[in-house]
């Protein structure tokens, strides 16, 4: 199914988001990525509070969006995330932003496993996050 | 001198600091007054970075902004910070924000010593930082 | 009621919303407050983006706010909105943030009416916005 | 020259660009990319406020950025911006982000031109920007 997800994230756009252009900041579309993995993340049962505590970390390595039609303040936008590539050491995720049926941008973020100090680690076999992203890749 | 101050901090505004207004975000003077005081610490030789390391944090226990005339993008804004009331356990500030020669906003923080857990504290007798702004109010 | 409010608006604390110290800026608990009011005009049949296409501004005049406990990401807080004193040419909000059961903050806001221009305004008797605040305070 | 670049910003890292994991919040790399063009189009004597009240906007329609090594508060950071290819339709620019001597981040930005309506449009072939970019290009 092309329109396939594995996470929808519904947002509010805040007022705060939009920039003097009267539009949301490109910047802040990052923030609703973000946003959205957390989202992801509590909805597979690995809440990123958990793997922080467990001492995995997903900083981002590499980001891109590609900005289709304006958002306004106010309006809802619907994250749609899709699991890419995994591996134990690094994941892609990709990202549809709709307005309604508008497709506003799509995105991609890769991140890395990171420890507490900031070492790439791979992640166990038997990790529980790496088995969750595994079954749903 | 009525215009004394104890530290001005000069900013160049943000074009992300504007929302759709077109003017300046209000939550944003906010984080003006912050890079004010982290300016005004290093200028007193007790820059934040040294406090925290040694357990003596400033977190806000309340603030306040009135706001007189709007903030553009690319005006470079001048933050006067004036140190108040000072004890052992909080301090109080108080800012003018300039715009040039126009006065943008007039705005006030107290900050209470806690240490890395939160908890309240009281700053020694001997405490450098203690001394530092004893000396200054 | 002493717990009455006019509006509670729910919002979920974003990550990016958080600082260094691990727990949300103080500068966006004030764009927490703008959702409330923003949510509590659509409530009350008055958007604020059909305001101002009718002319009318509410830009912040003064703004405070004391910090009773942090919050952290991905909780979920509840900005009750309580409307004060309302004139034709101002009107006063105050805030409680909830953390569950738990005061974060409270607050209060002051906005005058503007029009597109900037200028002061009054609100004219049969002004749909004033019979709303009129009649709800 | 390899580090030849058309402009640099140097920017302060505010601590409000941080977030609970003690670093620069990815999403504030994109603002500081903006101060850079902001700074670059100063300096080749085009100001973003010349270009809109002649009604050409610099909208982006895809960006992305690597990330080497984290950036933190207090920091001043140096953006290079170099210039891409330029055409009458759009313009790509690339940025190394640099913190001290060690890269922090490369980035790259598209961005289209479009009228005050967000329409995309050509620049002609006298355009003071146009004519400005081009030679430097």
Request: aromatic share 10%; with cysteine.
């Amino acid at each position: 199914m092309s329109d396939a997800c594995d996470h929808i994230e519904t947002l509010r756009v805040r007022y705060s988001d939009t920039d003097a252009q009267g539009i949301v900041h490109h910047s802040n579309y990052f923030r609703w990525l973000e946003e959205a993995r957390i989202g992801w993340l509590e909805a597979i049962g690995q809440p990123y509070g958990d793997l922080t505590r467990r001492g995995i970390y997903l900083p981002l390595t590499t980001c891109s969006c590609t900005f289709q039609s304006p958002v306004y303040a106010g309006e809802r936008v619907g994250v749609q995330l899709m699991l890419g590539t995994v591996s134990r050491a690094r994941v892609d995720l990709t990202y549809r932003i709709m307005s309604g049926a508008q497709l506003a941008a799509i995105a991609a973020t890769t991140h890395a496993y990171v420890d507490s100090a900031g070492r790439p680690m791979r992640l166990t076999r038997d990790d529980p996050f790496w088995l969750s992203i595994k079954k749903e890749s």
